[in-house]
């Protein structure tokens, strides 16, 4: 995992959701980089796997992030073993079910946005106190090319994601003196675990949206979001880099 570009020397990130997909490759590429990582996730089995694979650079905290207090305790423990957190990347996050609004379970819609929204916004809550202690801080929201456009049958998850783009432009505003940078990134449909939650079909008309005809990689995300974590992004906050192949109209 030797990497010549060392943007990450003496940082530590963490990441919701960073066991797998997105987190963990956007985990392993900060790893190659200098930094340390603490992995923030729910699954305790694949966070024992993404630590042995990224080595000592890596700690694991398995919790929930729709419950604050857990979210809370992970953030001062964290906070505690590494001395600071100088990048949230938050990307974990579900689909929730295709059904059509009149049809959507209540239950189902909510859970959508206690991980997506409500979890997000307990993560960016209770590491931004941290952040400014040090003065120096990157937070990156993973939204969705849903939250601006909205997906058919998918109203919980594209409403989620269109939260996260509200709630990363404020909280950028907020920050702006207190050296602090919050961006979000709204990627297409990705090759990742999360597709084996969806409908076929559903697949198929998300890739038909597309003008590149292909999906993203996770590799093309973890790029991305290593540079508006780095301290390179310095003047950009409260900003969303699409990232859609080609789909984005604004």
């Not at 003496?10 to 987190?23: D, P, Y």
């Not at 993560?123 to 941290?130: E, H, L, T």
């Not at 969705?144 to 996260?164: D, H, L, M, R």
């Amino acid at each position: 995992m030797a990497n010549s570009i060392r943007r990450y020397e003496g940082r530590h990130a963490v990441i919701t959701g960073g066991a797998s997909g997105i987190g963990f490759k956007t985990a392993e590429r900060i790893v190659s980089e200098g930094g340390t990582v603490s992995i923030w996730d729910v699954d305790a089995a694949k966070i024992d796997e993404a630590k042995n694979a990224l080595g000592d650079a890596a700690h694991g905290v398995r919790l929930d992030v729709a419950d604050p207090d857990q979210v809370a305790r992970a953030a001062q423990e964290t906070a505690k073993a590494y001395g600071k957190i100088d990048v949230l990347v938050c990307s974990a996050g579900i689909t929730g079910p295709n059904a059509k609004v009149a049809d959507y379970p209540i239950d189902e819609w909510k859970r959508v946005f206690d991980i997506n929204l409500h979890g997000l916004f307990y993560c960016n809550r209770f590491v931004v106190p941290i952040m400014q202690k040090s003065g120096y801080g990157r937070i990156v929201n993973v939204a969705s090319i849903a939250g601006k456009e909205g997906n058919p049958n998918a109203s919980a998850y594209s409403a989620s994601k269109a939260a996260v783009i509200g709630l990363t432009k404020s909280l950028g505003k907020e920050l702006v003196h207190d050296g602090i940078t919050v961006n979000a990134i709204t990627p297409a449909t990705v090759e990742t675990p999360i597709l084996k939650q969806l409908q076929q079909n559903f697949i198929d008309y998300m890739l038909s949206k597309i003008p590149m005809q292909r999906f993203g990689k996770v590799e093309e995300l973890a790029a991305l979001i290593t540079w508006i974590a780095s301290e390179e992004c310095s003047f950009t906050t409260g900003a969303v880099f699409d990232i859609s192949g080609g789909r984005a109209t604004y």
